[in-house]
Each structure stands twice: as structure tokens, then as C-alpha cells.
């Protein structure tokens, strides 16, 4: 039998040019492109297979990304060390693998993650954005309110089904815990927001849709309780805008200490229902994704 090896990938990427992170026939995906990187580098064929902690939709971007793929132990001892300079020459310069290492017992990059983090950037100057970052920050050309939205956005934060800002998918459960939503401008620029987001978990679309709800409180088109209001109403609404991709990033993933990452691959396999005192024994929907 052969000796295998699970490695840990840490990856950022700009997501301008790709059909998002998973691999697709015929498209241009993060995913793809590490995996035939690897391939080559580690002579392997078929290519090993990725497993990630956040499939990114086309065009959202990632500071903080982490994969984990298993590969025998004899191709990884050839190239021990200097995996990240070898991807560095064979992959392309949007995306990178900054750190490559043998992933404690019980890790999975998917399932025993205790949050995701991301950024959304938006400038508010009537001029638009600078140049340099157009493909990172979405231009909103109506001045925010940052303390209407900050108070709108703590009154979505906790547990609860999160239907009316997800794209339902069938067998998935759409209950995350909201553990954080907070906007604040930055300190170099008086233009540029950020929203920082959250999570153990999105459902598809969620991340998105909590930004493009909340500009609309922050420019005044919503009054501050209507994000709530949609919420408890567990139905998508038409009315709530999905914010554009390119201004999403995926910053970071947090994982528990090494004795307790089986153990919360094992929690976050099960299907949450509010109210319940113990879940159902099945796979979880994907661990998100979160942008669309």
C-alpha cells in the first residue's frame, strides 16, 4: 500500500480572470490551475484533488484561502521545502501558494474550520475609484451612512436561517451563525468602506447579498430595520441587490487547536436545525462559497 501524506495549502489568488474556485469543463478556475500545477510538479497523473475551505464564486478574490490534498509520500519527500518556489515558476501570477505543510492528524481544510472572514471593499466618491483598484473595490456613488449600517448589521448578527439571503440549494441547510458584520472607512482613505464579514459558515450568495442590502441602508434608499425584517421573513426578497463580485475577498479561515480539529469536522458534519438539540448524521452543504 502506498504511504500518503495530507499537506496543508495556503493560497491567495485575484479572482479577475476566473471562472471562480472550482474546477469546470472548458473554464479557467483556481482550483484547475493549482491542481495541473501540482500535477507536473509532483509527476502525478491523474492530478491530486483539492479540498477547500471556501469555494469562491467567479470574480471574488482571496487573501487567506486554505486547501488540503493528500499525495503519497515518496513525491512529496523528492520536493520537500520547496514547493512554493517550484508552484511559484509553474503557476500563473494571479494566483500563489504561500505555504505548503504537513497538515496536523484530523485536519480538514473544509470541515474543521471554525469561521470564514471576509472583506468587502466599496469607495463612496462621487469621482469613482482609483484606477489601481478597480478590480478589488466596487464603486457606489451615493454617500453611506456608516452608522445606519453598522446598526442594521448588528441586528443580523447570531444564529439563524439565512434562506432570504442565500440561493437555496436542495438538501442544504441555510441556518449559519453570523459572528460578525461591521463596516468602518479606512484610515488612509475617507472614501473607501470596508465590511468586514464573519462566519462559520455561508450559504451561496449570503456574503453578497448582506452587502447589497446594507448599501441600501447606508444610502438611504432602506430604513435601518428592514435587513431584520427580511431575515425573519426566511424567503428570498427581490428586493435585495447582490452586490458585484469584484469587490469580495476572502481573508481568512480559522481553525481550532490540533487536539480538536476531528472533532469539529466531525460538529460541522452535521445538518443544523434551529431549535434542536441534536443534529441529522449527514453531510453539511458546501462550507461557502461565499460571494455571488
Do not use: K
Not at 37 to 44: K, S, V
Not at 57 to 83: C, E, F, K
Not at 102 to 107: L, N, S, V
Request: hydrophobic share 40%.
Amino acid at each position: 500500500m502506498t504511504a500518503l501524506v495530507r499537506l496543508r495549502l495556503d493560497i491567495g489568488y485575484d479572482g479577475s480572470d476566473f471562472a471562480g474556485w472550482a474546477r469546470q469543463p472548458n473554464q479557467r478556475t483556481v482550483q484547475g490551475v493549482i491542481e495541473d500545477a501540482l500535477a507536473r510538479m509532483l509527476r502525478l497523473d491523474p492530478p491530486p484533488m483539492l479540498t477547500v475551505a471556501g469555494r469562491t464564486d467567479a470574480g471574488v478574490h482571496a487573501r487567506g484561502q486554505v486547501a488540503h490534498l493528500v499525495v503519497p509520500v515518496a513525491a512529496y519527500s523528492a520536493i520537500n521545502g520547496t514547493m512554493p518556489r517550484r508552484l511559484a515558476g509553474l503557476l500563473p501570477p494571479d494566483v500563489r501558494v504561500w505555504r505548503v505543510s504537513i497538515a496536523p492528524e484530523g485536519f480538514d481544510a473544509r470541515f474543521s474550520a471554525l469561521s470564514r472572514r471576509y472583506v468587502y471593499r466599496v469607495c463612496d466618491n462621487s469621482f469613482g475609484v482609483e484606477p489601481l483598484r478597480r478590480h478589488d473595490v466596487l464603486w457606489h456613488p451615493r454617500p453611506l451612512n456608516l452608522a445606519r449600517m453598522n446598526d442594521a448589521a448588528r441586528r443580523l448578527v447570531g444564529e439563524a436561517d439565512f434562506a432570504a439571503y442565500c440561493r437555496r440549494r436542495e438538501g442544504a441547510t441555510t441556518i449559519r451563525e453570523l459572528l460578525r458584520y461591521e463596516w468602518a472607512r479606512d484610515d488612509r482613505d475617507p472614501h473607501l468602506v470596508l465590511a468586514t464579514v464573519e462566519a462559520d459558515a455561508f450559504c451561496h450568495s449570503m456574503v453578497r447579498a448582506l452587502v447589497g442590502a446594507l448599501l441600501m441602508v447606508g444610502d438611504g434608499r432602506r430604513e435601518v430595520e428592514w435587513p431584520a425584517e427580511v431575515l425573519a421573513a426566511r424567503v428570498r426578497d427581490s428586493g435585495v441587490n447582490v452586490a458585484p463580485a469584484h469587490g469580495l475577498s476572502l481573508e481568512e479561515i480559522r481553525y481550532p487547536d490540533d487536539d480538536s480539529l476531528a472533532r469539529r469536522a466531525q460538529e460541522t458534519r452535521r445538518v443544523r436545525t434551529l431549535n434542536a438539540t441534536a443534529g441529522v448524521e449527514q453531510q453539511a452543504a458546501p462550507s461557502h462559497q461565499g460571494s455571488a
